[in-house]
């Protein structure tokens, strides 16, 4: 295994340990009221936890061009999935939006396996003969429509957080994969504005969360009610924190302290250093990631291993931007801590194909050192 694949496997293990740690501080009085169980979310969430790190492993081992070649299949599934979770009786809604299905006691969140679908099959197109990658019909809208169908899909749910986050992955993608910037400029001009007039006439719920975050004193009770938690947690935490586990917030005052916003309880019990040792760990997935990208021994690798770090790292900017007000509250996971099975399974699932670019790199190394040296 490479040391950029070491790096990133430590980083996550620790995040999903510390994780557990915290969540069982955030979620126990909770699930004690609901559940009458106070450790019922770190049960689930344990159990999560060793089925996705099973799953690192086992896709870690998996040849990343593998899932280049299964990538249509892949889309074709997500597309499938995406459009069943809209039906009523087959998608399960929750606080009036339609984002899971249900497998047994589990509800899967069908918009996380999408995106690493659709980054492996955008990879996929990326990678195309020139004559196939230029042009506006052949090169720009196989591409750039599957990820449009993607979002849009996402966006019905409605979840247009996820729906943005998504294309801004695809098209980053693209971009980097040498994407004409005068196709890809005004569709993206124009698609975004479509989206933003939908969302904000359709969505009454959208502008009231941008009102919201432009003015956090105007509704301390209501709407900004759980962002002002939020800061206030994070303010009690001082440097080192108030202790694990002695944390006040958690107490009815931050609501669902256990999910999205489980930074705030985070940074309320181990202060400003713990908050900065879990913000250190993505930045170090962040760098191994970019170094895996850089080093890849095809196009193929190198579009991949950015993609997943731009996902994984891009996930935790906006969580940490709607925890601290920095950006409008959205409803997205911190990768690995957060609870959440299926955001859980299918993050270590990209980190897994990740590990195996970065594999792959020191396996190709080791060939080319044997070719010019017969008698190694």
């Given amino acids: 295994m490479s040391r950029e694949a070491r790096v990133i496997l430590a980083a996550v293990l620790l995040l999903m340990g510390l994780g557990l740690v915290v969540l069982y501080s955030a979620s126990a009085i909770t699930s004690a009221e609901r559940y009458k169980d106070e ?4 049960r689930k969430q344990a159990v999560w936890a060793g089925l996705a790190a099973a799953t690192l492993l086992a896709v870690s081992r998996v040849p990343y061009r593998r899932w280049i070649e299964w990538s249509p299949w892949l889309a074709a599934a997500a597309l499938i999935l995406l459009a069943a979770v809209l039906v009523p009786g087959i998608g399960r809604s929750v606080n009036g939006a339609r984002r899971w299905i249900g497998a047994g006691p589990a509800n899967v969140q069908v918009s ?11 990879v996929r197109l990326m990678c195309r003969p020139p004559e196939l990658r230029e042009g506006f019909v052949k090169g720009f809208i196989p591409p750039f429509g599957l990820a449009l169908a993607a979002a849009g899909l996402i966006a019905l749910e409605p979840d247009i957080g996820g729906a943005t986050f998504t294309m801004a992955v695809l098209t980053t993608v693209m971009l980097v994969g040498g994407i004409s910037l005068v196709h890809l400029v005004p569709t993206c001009a124009a698609a975004l504005l479509v989206l933003s007039i939908g969302a904000l006439t359709k969505l009454k719920y959208v502008l009231g969360r941008i009102r919201v975050w432009l003015n956090p004193e105007s509704d301390v ?76 021994p095809d196009r193929e690798g190198r579009l991949l291993a950015f993609g997943i770090t731009l996902m994984v790292t891009l996930q935790a900017i906006i969580n940490v931007g709607v925890v601290t007000g920095c950006l409008p509250t959205k409803g997205m996971p911190l990768p690995f801590v957060s609870y959440g099975g299926s955001s859980l399974l299918c993050l270590c699932a990209a980190i897994g194909i990740l590990l195996n670019v970065g594999n792959q790199v020191v396996s190709e190394l080791d060939d080319a050192s044997r070719t010019e040296d017969p008698s190694a």
């Fill in 39 to 42: 450790f019922w979310f770190l």
């Fill in 112 to 122: 996380e396996f999408a995106r690493i679908a659709f980054l492996c099959v955008v």
């Fill in 221 to 296: 009770l209501g709407a900004s009610y759980q962002l002002q938690q939020s800061l206030i947690a994070l303010g009690a935490g001082g440097f080192l924190g108030v202790g694990l586990g002695r944390g006040f917030q958690k107490l009815r005052f931050l609501p669902e302290p256990h999910s999205d916003f489980i930074l705030a309880i985070l940074g309320e019990e181990l202060g400003l250093m713990g908050t900065l040792a879990v913000l250190g760990l993505f930045a170090v997935i962040a760098i191994a990631g970019c170094r895996i990208a850089l080093r890849a």
